[in-house]
T-cell receptor
Framework: DADVTQTPRNRITKTGKRIMLECSQTKGHDRMYWYRQDPGLGLRLIYYSFDVKDINKGEISDGYSVSRQAQAKFSLSLESAIPNQTALYFC?????????????FGPGTRLTVL | AQRVTQPEKLLSVFKGAPVELKCNYSYSGSPELFWYVQYSRQRLQLLLRHISRESIKGFTADLNKGETSFHLKKPFAQEEDSAMYYCALSNQGGKLIFGQGTELSVKP
């Protein structure tokens, strides 16, 4: 089955460390997104990419960077992790020209920054 | 500003009772609104979209432009409806803006 996968699923790290979260998809979708989920705040968009050469900042991009290595891969990096980046991170995809608003989510990566 | 507000963090009802999860939005154009659901240990997934006017798993949601609301309703809640529900708005740029989420707990 076509899928969206995220690695790692869980990660504990220390303040100041560089962390990369990876997202891969076999759905053949052009569009990919990174969100973070915090209790009481819902999902907030960090970065998104509508194709391999397109990268856009979302609502809360400070402290994060991304790389779209291929249509199927979209990585999120925390250059110097800080404790308030502790959260659940989701990758999502959607097809260009698909039904507006339908995104397909990965299982999430739980990141803890000590 | 584009915003989605879900005023209830937690909604607890008994099985068989009616359920209404509230969602209000702020958007200057013609909104496209959605409800996403996240069951325990499952991925976030689309439940329904306003434009389809569909009923999914007994849930319906009507867009009320006058009240800028898109409340999710079900006449008789089931235990398997227990989950986290997110209201979302799609802007013309193809992005989703999510509300804060409401956790629905259906008790036996």
């Amino acid at each position: 089955d076509a899928d969206v996968t995220q690695t790692p699923r869980n990660r504990i790290t220390k303040t100041g460390k560089r962390i990369m979260l990876e997202c891969s998809q076999t759905k053949g979708h052009d569009r990919m997104y990174w969100y973070r989920q915090d209790p009481g705040l819902g999902l907030r968009l960090i970065y998104y990419s509508f194709d391999v050469k397109d990268i856009n900042k979302g609502e809360i991009s400070d402290g994060y960077s991304v790389s779209r290595q291929a249509q199927a891969k979209f990585s999120l990096s925390l250059e110097s992790a800080i404790p308030n980046q502790t959260a659940l991170y989701f990758c999502a995809t959607s097809p260009a020209g698909g039904l507006q608003g339908e995104q397909f989510f990965g299982p999430g990566t739980r990141l803890t920054v000590l | 500003a584009q915003r989605v507000t879900q005023p209830e963090k937690l909604l607890s009802v008994f099985k068989g009772a009616p359920v209404e999860l509230k969602c209000n939005y702020s958007y200057s154009g013609s909104p496209e609104l959605f409800w996403y659901v996240q069951y325990s240990r499952q991925r976030l997934q689309l439940l329904l979209r306003h434009i389809s006017r569909e009923s999914i798993k007994g849930f319906t949601a009507d867009l009320n432009k006058g009240e800028t609301s898109f409340h999710l309703k079900k006449p008789f809640a089931q235990e398997e409806d227990s989950a986290m529900y997110y209201c979302a708005l799609s802007n013309q740029g193809g992005k989703l803006i999510f509300g804060q989420g409401t956790e629905l707990s259906v008790k036996p």
